[in-house]
């Protein structure tokens, strides 16, 4: 409704993303934006990783956890079975060449 006409995301949110939200009325139907996303690189894949460890290492059994595990098992099984979340993200960042996001590794 704001006349944007592009929005544009990295990291996939199972739980709470709103960037497939379709809102019918007449703005919308009028002014939505086109949605694109999520990013199926390197980029989308440490977003997500770095959405997914937030929630994983604070409340496990938690809605947003459970979400990842239903709509992306083969993504949550890999981080899972890697080992700690920071050892995950440590292993993606320098496998995609981002190395400004070690800084954010313990």
């Known amino acids: 409704?704001?006349?944007?006409?592009?929005?544009e995301y990295a990291?996939?949110?199972?739980?709470?993303?709103?960037?497939?939200l379709q809102l019918e009325n007449a703005h919308t139907n009028r002014l939505m934006p086109k949605i694109v996303?999520?990013?199926i690189g390197p980029l989308g894949?440490?977003?997500?990783?770095?959405?997914?460890?937030f929630y994983r290492e604070r409340?496990?059994?938690?809605a947003v956890v459970d979400a990842y595990?239903?709509?992306?098992?083969?993504?949550?099984?890999?981080?899972?079975e890697t080992g700690?979340?920071?050892?995950?993200?440590?292993?993606?960042?320098?496998?995609?060449e981002f190395s400004h996001l070690l800084a954010l590794v313990p």
Not at 45 to 53: D, K, N, R, S, W
Not at 70 to 79: A, T
Not at 84 to 96: H, I, P, W
């Open 1 to 7: 409704m704001a006349t944007v006409g592009r929005v």
């Open 11 to 20: 990291g996939a949110d199972p739980y709470g993303g709103a960037a497939h």
């Open 37 to 39: 996303g999520p990013d």
């Open 45 to 53: 894949t440490v977003g997500a990783l770095i959405h997914y460890a």
């Open 59 to 62: 409340n496990p059994d938690g």
């Open 69 to 80: 595990r239903r709509d992306m098992p083969d993504f949550v099984r890999e981080v899972d």
């Open 84 to 96: 700690t979340t920071g050892e995950v993200l440590r292993l993606k960042a320098e496998q995609c």
